[in-house]
């Protein structure tokens, strides 16, 4: 365990929908002894700024984007910053 909390791992386990400024995956995460599968959306905003979106666990893949479990309006960002703008973007498909 880590000073902030238990440790939480994803996994992309489907891309769902993606375009030129935004993709989302489903992910499996395990946090603890726990796990599910959480609906996840990055948004690209600049050449170093990136915003990402996670619902409420699911116990199935298929339902992590249902309203129980994603609500995009009643859900925090977080930003991901990064010192200089990437050369290949999480958004682009490059790997």
Known sequence: MNPTGPEERLVCTQEREKTSSRVTFVTHVTTGCTSGFICTVFYRRDGHII???QGEC?????SSNSPA????????LSILLHLAPLAASLL???R
Not at 58 to 62: E, F, L, N, Q, R
Not at 69 to 76: K, V
Request: charge should be negative; proline fraction near 5%.
């Open 51 to 53: 915003e990402m979106q």
């Open 58 to 62: 699911a116990v199935a893949g298929s």
């Open 69 to 76: 479990h994603w609500s995009p309006l009643l859900i925090q």
């Open 92 to 94: 682009s498909g490059a």
